[in-house]
Structure formats: structure tokens, C-alpha cells
């Protein structure tokens, strides 16, 4: 049992110290690569400036202000030398990060306003106007770049990654060096001093530094490497927020979303106001007369009081039936009893074709977004029924990470276009309002799947699935 013990763990060590050294390998392959890659951003600007001065003050030689313009040139090419790396180095930087760690760096840009020209031939960048379309491309270019957020992280790391690269490199390099330095010098007193003792200690502290040093260099590797890693992500990406463009965008989108809710609830309620005047309300104002007629005729004419008093029952039972399909189109009895599951089944009953229904939900989402998968369910079946030409339909709900999904799939002919028609296009209003997302798998010949996902979070860990044939 001990000698077993004894080679368990001797096999622990030496998968532990062959981690290491793949993991010490690895980090001085991407330091390299990291310094090789930082080697082009700093000379080609570098040495743009140097020759865009010496050319300028070469030409203007003899001239007072040589010494100012060349300057002004050099630090010009200079800094459109680096301008060209910004966008190419931090889009690099954010590929190696994703592919060596996972950390993914989304960059999201502000949209650049679009140039006009006016009456006179003037351009207008959204600050200022420009006669020539070229200078007002680059004042829009520069303005645009001085108060984007991730343009202006970029350019910060443009400056500190090469910079934190070289470093990050030097020191690596430098215990590499100064090991391998002392190992030559161990060999070398191994050959001239073998057989003096002191000569013997000497060597063998020599080695022992080099080895050390050696070994420190290989192992600090990619702590260094995870170093620039973090660097980037605090400089591209700091902590984790969300970019103004991000808000931005944010912002337009619950805008958009809450425009259309509130124009789809007014909708809603003139509807259900057209609905209760011409229907219910004229005909119990129908009623209400008939009841009049029949007062008169009591003494007068029972037989045809009797009459219209049966019309009047008819009329009343017309009258509860209108305001029960009122009330069921507003939120049906069975959606708010049974919950989404039994509401598509009985929906299910009434649809014109075939229709499988597999439910898979934990417990009940809240009210309005049961209603608003329901009533979108009911626009695909209809669309199906009446768009479709399919033999069968499926409809699956589930409830997975955070969101209920929807799928209704048929075996039509395929080709739905939100772009021909309101149904669709409503659908994904409706789902807009609560974040939540359309997608359309229809090819020509069939079959078309639309899928449904809306963020929700559920009232019970209680599981109910099940599956059933309509």
C-alpha cells in the first residue's frame, strides 16, 4: 500500500512539473510573439518621423523656420504613421486574448454621422461647415475619433501595449541572459580552474545561478504574458461596462419598444372600444327597446309580446357570447387559470390543421409574457392555416437558461417574409417590448420553423413536462 502511494505520487509530481513546463513554454512562445508583434508599431512611426524631419529640413535648408516646420512634418507623419496601427493592433490584441484565454472584448463603435452638403456647396460634419468634402471627411474623421470611447481606449492602448510588451520582454529576456551568461561562465572556469577547489565552488555557483535564473525566466513567462492580458482587458474593456455606444444604442432601442407598445396598447384599447359600441352595446340597446315595445303590448298583444320577448333572450345570449370573445381576445380565462401549457392546447383544438403540442416548463412565467407568447402562437397557427398549405403543425415550449422558447414548425411550403405582411412584423413588436427575439428558418419548399425567445424568470422550481397530440 505504501510503495502504491509512493508511485501515485511520484506520478502527481511529474504530471504537475510537465504542466509547468508546457505552461513556461507556452508563455515564452507568446511573449515573443507579443514582443515581435509590438516591434512594427514603434519603428515604422519612429522612423516616419525621423526621415519626414530630415526631408522637410533638408528642403528647407538656409530657411529661418526649417527648424519649426520640419518639426511640425515630423510630428504630423509621426502621429498618421500610428493612427494607421490603432484599429489593426487593438483588433489583434483582442483575437490573441479570445484564442489564448477567452476573454472576448466586444468593440462597439459610435455610428459616424453622414456628411451634408448644403445650398452652397458647403459640407457639414455635424459641428462644422467645410467647403472641400476631402477636409471635412477628416475633420468628421478626427472629432468622431476624439469622442468615441473605444476609439480613444485603442489609442491609449496603442501607446501602452507595445510599450508594456518590450518591458514585459526585457525583463523576461534579461533572467534568460543573465542565466545563459552564467552557465558560459561556469563551463568556462570548468575548463581553467577543474582542479582548484575554490575554482570548483566558483563553477558550481555559477551554474547554479544560471540554472536559476533560467528557471525563474521560464517560469515568469506567463504570469507575464497573463499580465498584458489583464492590461488589455482593463485599457480596451474597463471592468466590464457597457460603451457609450452601447447606452446609446440601449437607449434607442427601449425607446423604439416603448413607442410601439404604447402605440399597439391604444390600438388595442379603440378596438376593444369599436368592438363593445357596434357589438354588445348596440345590442343591448336593442334589448332595451324590445323590453320598451313589450310593456306596451302585455295587455294589448300577448302573443306577440311573447315574441319579442324570445328575440330578446336571443339577443341577450348573442350579447354574453360577443362580450365572452371579447374577453377571451383580451386575455383567455384558460391562459389565466391553466397557464401557458393548457391555453396552446386549447388552442390547439380549434386550429384548423393538426397540431402536436410539447410543453417542458418548470412553472408559470409571468402574466404578460404568457399573453404575449399565446397571442404570437395564435398568429403563427393562423399564418400557418391560412399562408402555409402545410398538413401538420408543432408547436414546443420550454423553458432553458433563463428564457422561454417557442417553436412552432409546419410542413408548408416555406418562404415566410416579415416584409409581406403585418403578422410577423407584429409579433416582433410585441416580443421587442420584453427584449425578446424572432428568428425565421423558412426555405422555399418548406418546411418553416419560427422560433420565439423571451427573457422571463419563472415562479417555482416545480417541473411539469408533457406532451400532447391535437
Known amino acids: 500500500m505504501a510503495t502504491e502511494s509512493r508511485i501515485g505520487g511520484g506520478g502527481a509530481v511529474r504530471a504537475r512539473t510537465e504542466a509547468a513546463f508546457t505552461a513556461a513554454g507556452r508563455g515564452l512562445g507568446r511573449?515573443?510573439?507579443?514582443?515581435?508583434?509590438a516591434v512594427p508599431i514603434v519603428v515604422v512611426p519612429v522612423l516616419g518621423t525621423f526621415f519626414a524631419g530630415a526631408t522637410v529640413a533638408w528642403l528647407l535648408d538656409g530657411y529661418y523656420p526649417a527648424a519649426f516646420v520640419a518639426l511640425i512634418a515630423a510630428l504630423v507623419t509621426g502621429l498618421a504613421l500610428a493612427g494607421l496601427f490603432v484599429r489593426p493592433a487593438a483588433r489583434r490584441t483582442r483575437r490573441k486574448l479570445d484564442r489564448w484565454y477567452g476573454i472576448r472584448l466586444p468593440a462597439e463603435y459610435t455610428p459616424?454621422?453622414?456628411?451634408?452638403?448644403?445650398?452652397?456647396?458647403?459640407?457639414?460634419?455635424?459641428?462644422?461647415?467645410h467647403r472641400s468634402h476631402n477636409v471635412a471627411r477628416l475633420a468628421q474623421l478626427l472629432h468622431w475619433a476624439a469622442r468615441d470611447a473605444v476609439t480613444r481606449r485603442e489609442m491609449l492602448w496603442l501607446v501602452l501595449g507595445p510599450l508594456l510588451a518590450i518591458v514585459l520582454g526585457a525583463v523576461v529576456l534579461a533572467l534568460l541572459g543573465g542565466g545563459a551568461a552564467s552557465l558560459v561562465l561556469a563551463v568556462r572556469g570548468y575548463g581553467s580552474h577543474g582542479s582548484s577547489s575554490t575554482g570548483a565552488v566558483n563553477v558550481l555557483l555559477s551554474a547554479l545561478l544560471g540554472l536559476g535564473l533560467v528557471a525563474l525566466g521560464t517560469l515568469v513567462a506567463p504570469y507575464a504574458v497573463r499580465g498584458y492580458a489583464e492590461s488589455a482587458r482593463r485599457v480596451l474593456d474597463k471592468d466590464g461596462r457597457a460603451s457609450h455606444a452601447q447606452l446609446t444604442r440601449r437607449v434607442a432601442e427601449l425607446t423604439e419598444t416603448r413607442a410601439e407598445a404604447v402605440g399597439d396598447q391604444a390600438a388595442e384599447?379603440?378596438?376593444?372600444?369599436?368592438?363593445l359600441h357596434d357589438g354588445a352595446q348596440a345590442r343591448l340597446v336593442?334589448?332595451?327597446?324590445?323590453?320598451?315595445?313589450?310593456?306596451?303590448?302585455?295587455?294589448?298583444?300577448?302573443?306577440?309580446?311573447?315574441?319579442?320577448?324570445?328575440?330578446?333572450?336571443?339577443?341577450?345570449?348573442?350579447?354574453?357570447?360577443?362580450?365572452?370573445?371579447?374577453?377571451?381576445?383580451?386575455?383567455?380565462?384558460?391562459?389565466?387559470?391553466?397557464?401557458?401549457?393548457d391555453a396552446v392546447r386549447a388552442l390547439a383544438l380549434d386550429c384548423a390543421l393538426p397540431t402536436e403540442v410539447c410543453v417542458s416548463l418548470p412553472d408559470r412565467p409571468a402574466a404578460p409574457v404568457e399573453a404575449t407568447a399565446y397571442f404570437s402562437i395564435c398568429e403563427l397557427l393562423a399564418n400557418a392555416a391560412k399562408h402555409s398549405g402545410a398538413?401538420?403543425?408543432?408547436?414546443?415550449?420550454?423553458?432553458?437558461?433563463g428564457r422561454l422558447r417557442v417553436t412552432v414548425t409546419d410542413d408548408g411550403v416555406g418562404v415566410a417574409d416579415p416584409t409581406r405582411g403585418t403578422g410577423l412584423r407584429g409579433i416582433e413588436r410585441r416580443l421587442g417590448t420584453f427584449d425578446?427575439?424572432?428568428?425565421?428558418?423558412?426555405t422555399s419548399g418548406g418546411p418553416t420553423t419560427i422560433t420565439l425567445e423571451l427573457p422571463c424568470e419563472l415562479s417555482s422550481p416545480r417541473t411539469s413536462t408533457s406532451f400532447e397530440k391535437v
Do not use: F, K, N
Not at 391 to 401: F, G, K, P, Q, S
Open 31 to 37: 511573449l515573443s510573439v507579443l514582443v515581435l508583434g
Open 436 to 442: 425578446g427575439v424572432l428568428a425565421i428558418d423558412s
Open 391 to 401: 398538413e401538420r403543425v408543432w408547436v414546443d415550449i420550454l423553458y432553458r437558461a
Open 269 to 275: 384599447l379603440r378596438r376593444i372600444e369599436r368592438d
Open 112 to 129: 459616424r454621422p453622414r456628411l451634408e452638403e448644403d445650398a452652397r456647396g458647403h459640407w457639414w460634419t455635424g459641428y462644422s461647415y
Open 286 to 341: 336593442a334589448i332595451g327597446m324590445t323590453l320598451g315595445t313589450i310593456e306596451h303590448l302585455m295587455e294589448t298583444d300577448p302573443a306577440a309580446a311573447r315574441e319579442l320577448l324570445s328575440e330578446a333572450r336571443q339577443s341577450s345570449a348573442r350579447a354574453l357570447q360577443e362580450l365572452r370573445d371579447l374577453v377571451r381576445g383580451i386575455h383567455p380565462p384558460v391562459l389565466a387559470e391553466r397557464g401557458l401549457g
